[in-house]
């Protein structure tokens, strides 16, 4: 319980408190990363949190080009092709 106040202590101190971050602790399990998580986005400042949603927002727009500027390049390297027609005619 000691480590853990600890913790929180270091982490308010430093200035640079991301709010949009990966898995801090490899080791940490699932809860431990939702608290941890949690803590941080409570903590965080309003320079942060639009920090972060401006981030967030450009790399959706980032991805939707890069998906569409592959679209556009499947489609312009697409060949039509076309097999030859055979006509059958009974009586």
Request: proline letters at 1%; charged letters at 30%.
């Amino acid at each position: 319980m000691e480590t853990t106040q600890n913790n929180r202590q270091q982490k308010q101190s430093s200035p640079t408190v991301s709010s949009c971050r990966k898995k801090k602790n490899e080791e940490a399990t699932f809860l431990e990363d939702v608290k941890d998580h949690i803590d941080e986005f409570i903590h965080a400042s309003m320079q942060e949190h639009k920090s972060c949603f401006k981030n967030t927002i450009h790399k959706m727009f980032g991805m939707s080009k890069i998906v569409a500027q592959r679209e556009a390049n499947v489609e312009s390297k697409e060949v039509e092709s076309s097999l030859a027609l055979r006509t059958v005619v009974t009586e």
